[in-house]
């Protein structure tokens, strides 16, 4: 059971807007910044939006974050059969005195 | 280019001991804390430890609290996790990252390939 709650799965056909909730507590997103990486079959993972809105560079702006409260999300927009991969949400945890990750959310590209 | 590159991933019988590494290069590695997040088999992230740049300040999850310790050589660019009393639930790839500053953050912009433990007898 992960501290950051997310749905197991998300779909969207080509073109679509797709979006990816992750849930906390006061102790995490509701008190530190959220940060998304994407994990494409088979690699390491990869920063994909910091500080809940921010993209390093290379991140096309097709990806987008936001946050309020407890909660984020991550939104795809223009989807593309390469954004097919996992997505986790993680932030610093006060009370734990660490990172919490979500469970992950699996992307189709129908 | 900044490179960081496991190592020492192997079978190991549960109860024994393993020791990973991290060999980093293309960056000030006094610099910038580093994690270790590990993934099994089928499974999503979790969080195992991190060190801050300086090495003085670490960070453990309750589920490896204990039995893991982490430890840098900053004369040798190299990230370590020694782990002891290992559990069939500690089989996972293990991913070195590095943090967007000194001070220890969720935030990792650079990780590793990982490399694979595996607890069984």
């Known amino acids: 059971q992960s501290v950051l709650t997310q749905p197991p799965s998300a779909s969207g056909t080509p073109g679509q807007r797709v979006t990816i909730s992750c849930s906390g507590s006061s102790s995490n997103i509701g008190s530190n910044t959220v940060t998304w990486y994407q994990q494409l079959p088979g690699t390491a993972p990869k920063l994909l939006i910091y500080?809940?809105?921010q993209r390093p560079s290379g991140v096309p702006d097709r990806f987008s974050g936001s946050k309020s409260g407890a909660s984020a999300s991550l939104a795809i927009s223009g989807l593309q059969s390469e954004a097919e991969a996992d997505y986790y949400c993680a932030a610093w945890d006060d009370s734990l005195n660490g990172v919490v990750f979500g469970g992950g959310t699996k992307l189709t590209v129908l | 280019e900044v490179q960081l590159l496991e190592s020492g991933g192997n079978l190991v019988q549960p109860g024994g001991s393993l020791r990973l590494s991290c060999a980093a290069s293309?960056?000030?590695?006094?610099?910038?804390?580093m994690s270790w997040v590990r993934q099994a088999p089928g499974k999503g992230l979790e969080w195992v430890t991190a060190i801050s740049g300086s090495g003085d300040n670490t960070y453990y999850a309750d589920s490896v609290k204990g039995r893991f310790t982490i430890s840098r050589d900053s004369s040798k660019n190299t990230l370590y996790l020694q782990m002891n009393s290992l559990r069939a639930e500690d089989t996972a790839v293990y991913y070195c990252a590095r943090d967007q500053g000194a001070t220890v953050t969720q935030l990792l912009d650079n990780w590793g390939q990982g490399t694979l433990v595996t607890v069984s007898s």
């Open positions: 293309g960056f000030t590695f006094s610099s910038y804390a």
């Open positions: 500080s809940n809105n």
